[in-house]
């Protein structure tokens, strides 16, 4: 097992140097999904949740939860975000929406934490904005599915 990166010697929480670092491009993807009843999705899809628009709220919240993520995510660095974003489809057969986020940057870090984080946010926001019809929605299989560029090079989940 690799070393912690984020602890010092004295196992004490560090936000790492990653001042040496050469800078390059630097993209990743995340999935997550949530599951509801077949009449809560319906409701989602032809825009009969009272509080509004359930997709297009989560949408821009992930999106801009990739942009707070180090104010969220204890140790993490402030990006300058290239590109970050939100797909939602709506899966009959789960019955519920997938979530695909991603996040981009030309920097000396990784953006994983980024995606997910956006991933998580819209799928959080769907649950609030539908858990007045629904509070058995389950939220599950948030997960880092890609990554490329850095040091370590690319990662895609199989």
Same mark, same amino acid.
């Given at each position: 097992?690799?070393?912690?990166?984020?602890?010092?010697?004295?196992?004490?929480?560090?936000?790492?140097?990653?001042?040496?670092?050469?800078?390059?491009?630097?993209?990743?993807?995340?999935?997550?999904?949530?599951?509801?009843?077949? #009449?809560? @999705?319906? !409701? =989602?899809?032809?825009?009969?949740?009272?509080?509004? %628009?359930?997709?297009? *709220?989560?949408?821009? $919240?992930?999106?801009?939860?990739?942009?707070?993520?180090?104010?969220?995510?204890?140790?993490?660095?402030?990006?300058?975000?290239?590109?970050?974003?939100?797909?939602?489809?709506?899966?009959?057969?789960?019955?519920?929406?997938?979530?695909?986020?991603?996040?981009?940057?030309?920097?000396?870090?990784?953006?994983?934490? #980024?995606? @997910?984080? !956006? =991933?998580?946010?819209?799928?959080?926001?769907?649950? %609030?904005?539908?858990? *007045?019809?629904?509070? $058995?929605?389950?939220?599950?299989?948030?997960?880092?599915?890609?990554?490329?560029?850095?040091?370590?090079?690319?990662?895609?989940?199989?």
């Amino acid at each position: 097992m690799k070393d912690l990166s984020h602890l010092d010697d004295a196992g004490r929480a560090r936000m790492v140097d990653v001042g040496a670092k050469t800078e390059s491009a630097r993209t990743a993807r995340a999935e997550g999904s949530i599951k509801m009843s077949a #009449e809560t @999705l319906a !409701a =989602v899809e032809g825009s009969a949740i009272s509080k509004g %628009d359930v997709i297009g *709220a989560a949408r821009i $919240a992930g999106i801009m939860a990739a942009k707070k993520t180090a104010e969220l995510i204890p140790l993490c660095h402030p990006l300058a975000l290239t590109d970050a974003g939100i797909e939602i489809e709506i899966d009959h057969a789960l019955p519920g929406l997938r979530v695909t986020g991603w996040a981009s940057t030309q920097g000396r870090t990784g953006v994983e934490m #980024e995606a @997910l984080t !956006a =991933v998580t946010v819209a799928l959080l926001t769907v649950y %609030d904005m539908a858990k *007045a019809v629904d509070r $058995a929605m389950e939220i599950s299989g948030v997960r880092l599915i890609e990554k490329r560029g850095g040091k370590s090079g690319d990662w895609k989940r199989e």
